[in-house]
Structure formats: C-alpha cells, structure tokens
C-alpha cells in the first residue's frame, strides 16, 4: 500500500524498542516539523485553497501528536531535550527540484514519503514493543500516518497530471530506497 521500495532492516525494530527514551524525543519533534511543514507550505501557496483547506487540520494534528507524544514522555519522566538532525528528510530534501513548476509536486511528493516510512517504521513499534500502551499508541499513530501520506498524494493529483504524479514518486520513491539503504541502523530516530 504504501508503495516504499525497500523496508526498514528488521532490526531497527529491535534497536529502537530498547531506546523509547530517544525515539520518542525524536518522533516528538518528528510531529512538530510535520506541521512547520504543512504550515511551510501554506505560507508558500496561499491562492491554492484546496492546498490550504486540506493541510490547515493537518497542521492541527500533527501539532497534537506532538503533545500525545509529549504526555507519553511526561509519563515516563523524559524531557523533550533539543533536536536532534535528521539525516533521512535532509537527504530527501536534497531530491527536491527547484524549478518553481514541480517545485511544489516535489513538496508533496516528499511529504508523502516521510509520512509512508513513519507510518511503516510505527507499525514495526506497534509489532515490537512490550508495554500495551505504547503498542496502541503507534498503532493510532501509523494509521494517522498512512492517512497523511495518502492526502499528500492526492493534493499532488490536484495540482499535476496523474501521470506525472506517478512517474516522479515512482523515481522518488527509488531515490528514498538508496538514501534508506545507506543509513546506518540507529535505534535513537524514528527515520
């Protein structure tokens, strides 16, 4: 469904389930970039009002899985702590064309992306870890994700030919498989 062309090593599963701590500092400021990003790109396309109606509750959200994974840190005793850089979205970021034309079916192209390996890499936390809170907390949070990657690739289909669409998240989603395989397994981020 989701489209990704290569899965997550398994054992970034294992890795991350005995770091909570981390991930979740991570995922919160994974959901509050996510809705910089929705808002980001209503700032940059104010006249495409089906753009701005469909990302504005996103935005609200995405802004409160930040504070669902804030109070599951507050029940752990975890401060939020600074961010930390994510070299996943930096690389994706860099496949992002600049000619002002597609530059905004990159954008959501790449949305798309980030939402479709959150969504995977929740499910495997949902299947790994132990603590039954936890477990359905990311299962609510990978079905919110595949809901999100599906709303980017439709406003892209708003905006361009469905072929186009097609043809650049199929190279976009190669490049993503390149960038994943490269990466080394670490269980302190969610990407």
């Known amino acids: 469904?989701?489209?990704?062309?290569?899965?997550?090593?398994?054992?970034?599963?294992?890795?991350?389930?005995k770091r909570m701590e981390d991930i979740?500092?991570?995922?919160?400021?994974?959901?509050?970039?996510?809705?910089?990003?929705?808002i980001s790109l209503i700032v940059l396309f104010p006249e495409l009002e089906e753009l701005v109606a469909t990302l504005s509750p996103i935005v609200t959200e995405e802004w409160g899985h930040f504070r669902m994974v804030l109070n599951e840190m507050k029940k752990r005793n975890i401060a939020l702590g600074r961010a930390r850089s994510d070299a996943y979205v930096s690389q994706l970021a860099q496949l992002e064309r600049k000619d002002k034309k597609v530059r905004l079916l990159d954008?959501?192209?790449?949305?798309a992306l980030i939402e479709a390996r959150s969504c995977e890499r929740f499910k495997l936390?949902?299947?790994?870890?132990?603590?039954?809170?936890?477990?359905?907390f990311y299962y609510d949070l990978m079905i919110s994700e595949a809901g999100?990657?599906?709303?980017?690739?439709?406003?892209a289909a708003v905006y361009f030919p469905a072929e186009e669409v097609k043809?650049?998240?199929?190279?976009?989603?190669?490049?993503?498989?390149?960038?994943?395989a490269t990466l080394d397994i670490r269980g302190d981020r969610v990407h």
């Open 1 to 17: 469904m989701l489209g990704l062309k290569l899965p997550s090593d398994p054992r970034w599963a294992d890795v991350a389930s």
């Open 24 to 38: 979740l500092t991570d995922h919160a400021y994974c959901e509050q970039k996510a809705a910089s990003t929705c």
């Open 107 to 111: 954008k959501l192209l790449l949305c």
């Open 125 to 136: 936390l949902h299947e790994k870890l132990e603590d039954p809170e936890l477990k359905k």
């Open 148 to 155: 999100h990657y599906r709303t980017f690739l439709d406003l």
């Open 167 to 180: 043809l650049r998240f199929q190279e976009l989603l190669s490049q993503e498989a390149t960038i994943i």
